[in-house]
C-alpha cells in the first residue's frame, strides 16, 4: 500500500510522489498539528502587519515607522514558524525517527536550511 506525498518548491512547483508503508509506519502522512489554530492566528498577525506596512507606504509614512514596523512582521513569521517547527518535531519528526524515515529528516533538515536564508 502507498500513500501520495506533495512538496512545494521555493518557485512554486508542485512535485508529488508516493510513499510505500513498512512496519506499520506510514510516509508521507498526513500531518494532524496541534497548533493549527495558533499557527493561524499568528499568519493572521502577521498578514495585518504587513497590510498596515503597505498602507504606510501607499500613505507615504517616514522610512522608520515602516521598518519598525517590517520588523514586527519578521517577528510574527519567524514565531509563526518557531510553532510549526516545534509541533512537527514533537509528533512528525518523532515518528519519522521511529520509523526508519530519513527522507522526511533530510526534508527537514532542507526546509531549515531555506528558511533560515
Given at each position: 500500500m502507498s500513500e501520495k506525498h506533495t512538496h512545494i518548491a521555493e518557485d512554486g512547483t508542485?512535485?508529488?510522489h508516493e510513499h510505500?508503508?513498512?512496519?506499520?509506519c506510514v510516509h508521507g502522512h498526513t500531518h494532524t498539528h496541534q497548533n493549527t489554530k495558533a499557527v493561524?492566528?499568528?499568519l493572521s498577525r502577521a498578514i495585518g502587519h504587513m497590510e498596515?506596512?503597505?498602507?504606510m507606504v501607499e500613505?507615504?509614512?517616514d522610512c522608520s515607522e515602516v521598518l519598525v514596523?517590517?520588523?514586527a512582521v519578521k517577528a510574527a513569521i519567524n514565531n509563526t514558524a518557531k510553532v510549526i517547527l516545534k509541533d512537527h518535531i514533537e509528533h512528525?519528526?518523532?515518528?519519522a525517527v521511529e520509523c526508519?524515515?530519513?527522507?522526511?529528516i533530510e526534508e527537514l533538515t532542507e526546509a531549515i536550511d531555506r528558511f533560515m536564508k
Open positions: 508542485v512535485y508529488e510505500e508503508h513498512e512496519h506499520g493561524l492566528n499568528r498596515s506596512v503597505k498602507r500613505e507615504g509614512r514596523q517590517l520588523s512528525c519528526l518523532v515518528e526508519g524515515d530519513h527522507e522526511s
